[in-house]
C-alpha cells in the first residue's frame, strides 16, 4: 500500500490564535429607562418582576427585510404581573415597534402611578 506523502502544512502541528475574552452577560436582562426587556420567542416582555403589571408585545406577521426580520403588526396587551394567573388589563394593535413601544410604555407608567 502506498501512503501520501504528507505536506509542511499537515505536518506541523497548528498554531493557536489567542481567544478574545467574551464578556459573560448571565443572567442578566437588558435594561430600558429602568425596566427589564426580555424576548422569550415572539414576545418581548417589560417591566420589573416585582411591579404589579408588566407590558407583553406579540410580534405578527413577520417579514424577511434582507438579513433581518421585521414585525409589521404588533399586539400590545398591559398584564397584572402574577405569573400564571396574570390578567389582561388592556389591549391594543399597532404597526411598528416604535408605534407599540410608545403606548406600551405609556399604558405601563399611568398603571404603576395609579397603583401606588
Same mark, same amino acid.
Do not use: C
Given at each position: 500500500?502506498?501512503?501520501?506523502?504528507?505536506?509542511?502544512? *499537515?505536518? !506541523?502541528?497548528?498554531?493557536?490564535?489567542? $481567544?478574545?475574552?467574551?464578556?459573560?452577560?448571565? @443572567? +442578566?436582562?437588558?435594561?430600558? %429607562?429602568?425596566?427589564?426587556?426580555?424576548?422569550?420567542?415572539?414576545?418581548?416582555?417589560?417591566?420589573?418582576?416585582?411591579?404589579?403589571?408588566?407590558?407583553?408585545?406579540?410580534?405578527?406577521?413577520?417579514? *424577511?427585510? !434582507?438579513?433581518?426580520?421585521?414585525?409589521? $403588526?404588533?399586539?400590545?396587551?398591559?398584564?397584572? @404581573? +402574577?405569573?400564571?394567573?396574570? %390578567?389582561?388589563?388592556?389591549?391594543?394593535?399597532?404597526?411598528?415597534?416604535?408605534?407599540?413601544?410608545?403606548?406600551?410604555?405609556?399604558?405601563?407608567?399611568?398603571?404603576?402611578?395609579?397603583?401606588?
Amino acid at each position: 500500500m502506498m501512503q501520501a506523502k504528507k505536506t509542511d502544512a *499537515e505536518s !506541523k502541528p497548528k498554531k493557536r490564535t489567542p $481567544r478574545k475574552k467574551v464578556q459573560e452577560i448571565g @443572567n +442578566e436582562f437588558l435594561d430600558y %429607562k429602568g425596566k427589564k426587556l426580555v424576548r422569550v420567542g415572539n414576545e418581548i416582555y417589560y417591566g420589573n418582576a416585582e411591579d404589579p403589571y408588566i407590558v407583553a408585545f406579540r410580534l405578527e406577521n413577520n417579514e *424577511e427585510l !434582507k438579513d433581518i426580520t421585521v414585525s409589521k $403588526r404588533i399586539i400590545i396587551e398591559l398584564k397584572t @404581573n +402574577e405569573g400564571k394567573r396574570s %390578567k389582561l388589563v388592556r389591549q391594543a394593535e399597532r404597526d411598528g415597534l416604535y408605534k407599540a413601544f410608545d403606548i406600551g410604555m405609556f399604558w405601563l407608567e399611568q398603571a404603576l402611578e395609579s397603583s401606588k
